[in-house]
């Protein structure tokens, strides 16, 4: 006689349960996707869309120029730095949103005059009741703690957990309608001291709201160590090089779109720096002009304690491609101080020798400086990061070193202008190309002639300039 069966009535309670426990994870995962696509927790953007927000422009370079450096040119009609950011700030009726590297604007000393009247419009924002939002990866600053005191919401951005890097980005949006981008900080050092490039753009919500999605992606960063599966629609991007903003700037028929880096900060449809660099270059069929504090196509990570460099190639190729397969003019400035690595006259004189047997072939290279006021590293440096052609201009945050686009979070702004340059009206890059020829034509950009000799020259240079022994130097990709 068979002995009684052992019931089945715990394994069946067992199974629903897992049944019941994996229909709840598809239906979590299934929520996520939905509020991610419909974005209940977002904010509204301020009622602003792709159908009614505004296309007709206008656009503005903006430069500081430190009092103490002669340029020919220089006391033609310009917008101050500034002056741009007031004016921004004066515009203001909803919100300010602000991304920068540095936080140094109250500090004591008279150059400081600019930042300290900026800081103090910033902390006048809550009493006008504008908001203000600041995404920053500064863990210990002085005055974010003070502009938190009067309202200022900021999120912080851990950017060695998340990409092994630092945040360069530099730009502010003011009611999703106006913005600036460009090279400088919120700095009394960008205001005053340092030589500094932006544009600002006013009445342009379409391509402010683009630039918004940005800043919400950093805002999103907020306390994480890593960049989530799972991202709102509302930081995607809603223009790239495939599919760039149409819009006028200054009456000028014009397109524009927004890229970023590194890859790992790219959410969907967003072009990469590296991407958009491409293009412009590419695009370009008479000149390309760059000017950047540093050129080095190096790539420096540290792994369990060691430093390890290997070539990027990216920059320096496109560059070759241009001037010796499309016979395209190439003028780089460089900017020479302290932090210039040695190296860099390696690669100048690599990319100089493509030209020694070629015909119709263009490739010139100059060093940018200015005599250095007591120990400040910065004073008087060239402080540009863009680029322009014939029909584009690159303005971007990033020094065209591989280090920078492979790890550290940057911004760029892409403008390709359209109207055909006869019996056309004056343009940005107009603006742009005269400010970098103004630049390259001064006293202060010099060639370094010959190959071995040069880093014998630099020494000479840096001794009359500095007094420093050439130990103390840095490589820009140990900041």
Request: include cysteine; charged fraction near 20%.
């Amino acid at each position: 006689m068979a002995g009684p069966t052992a019931p089945q009535e715990p394994v069946k309670t067992q199974q629903k349960c897992i049944a019941i426990f994996a229909l709840f994870s598809c239906l979590a995962v299934l929520v996520a996707l939905i509020c991610s696509s419909m974005d209940f927790w977002w904010d509204d953007e301020d009622g602003i869309t792709e159908e009614n927000c505004s296309r007709n422009c206008r656009v503005a370079l903006v430069e500081n120029i430190p009092d103490d450096l002669s340029l020919p040119g220089h006391d033609r009609p310009r917008l101050a730095l500034s002056v741009g950011f007031h004016t921004l700030l004066e515009r203001a009726k909803h919100s300010v949103e602000v991304v920068s590297p540095v936080w140094d604007l109250e500090t004591t000393p008279s150059a400081a005059k600019q930042g300290q009247l900026l800081f103090q419009q910033l902390l006048s924002l809550k009493s006008r009741g504008i908001k203000l939002k600041i995404a920053s990866s500064l863990t210990n600053s002085a005055e974010l703690k003070t502009l938190t005191a009067h309202g200022a919401e900021v999120h912080f951005i851990n950017m060695t957990a998340i990409a092994r890097g630092g945040l360069h980005s530099s730009f502010m949006i003011v009611d999703r309608k106006h913005i600036y981008m460009g090279s400088a900080h919120m700095d009394w050092r960008s205001l005053s001291k340092r030589k500094e490039l932006g544009l600002v753009v006013y009445n342009c919500s379409c391509l402010a709201l683009d630039l918004h999605r940005v800043f919400s992606f950093y805002w999103q960063l907020h306390d994480r160590d890593y960049i989530p599966s799972i991202w709102s629609k509302r930081v995607t991007a809603l223009y790239g090089r495939h599919d760039p903003l149409e819009l006028q700037f200054n009456a000028t028929h014009a397109t524009a779109y927004v890229s970023t880096s590194p890859e790992l900060f790219c959410p969907k449809d967003r072009t990469r720096d590296i991407d958009a660099i491409y293009q412009v270059v590419q695009s370009a069929k008479a000149f390309i002009f760059i000017s950047v504090t540093d050129y080095l196509p190096l790539v420096n990570r540290s792994f369990r304690g060691t430093s390890v460099t290997r070539y990027w190639s990216p920059l320096d190729e496109v560059i070759r491609e241009a001037v010796v397969l499309r016979r395209v003019r190439v003028c780089l400035l460089i900017s020479l101080w302290k932090k210039t690595n040695p190296l860099t006259f390696n690669f100048v004189t690599s990319l100089k020798s493509l030209c020694m047997h070629l015909r119709n072939c263009s490739l010139e290279v100059k060093f940018f400086t200015h005599r250095e006021q007591k120990d400040d590293l910065q004073l008087g440096l060239n402080h540009n990061k863009y680029m322009v052609t014939d029909n584009a201009v690159y303005i971007g945050n990033h020094d065209w070193v591989g280090t920078d686009f492979a790890f550290n979070a940057g911004v760029g702004l892409v403008v390709q202008v359209k109207n055909s340059p006869v019996n056309r009206e004056v343009t940005i890059l107009d603006h742009v190309r005269a400010a970098f020829e103004r630049d390259w034509t001064s006293r202060h950009a010099k060639s370094l002639q010959g190959g071995k000799d040069q880093q014998g020259k630099y020494r000479g240079w840096q001794q009359e300039e500095s007094h420093k022994k050439e130990n103390e130097w840095k490589s820009p990709l140990s900041l």
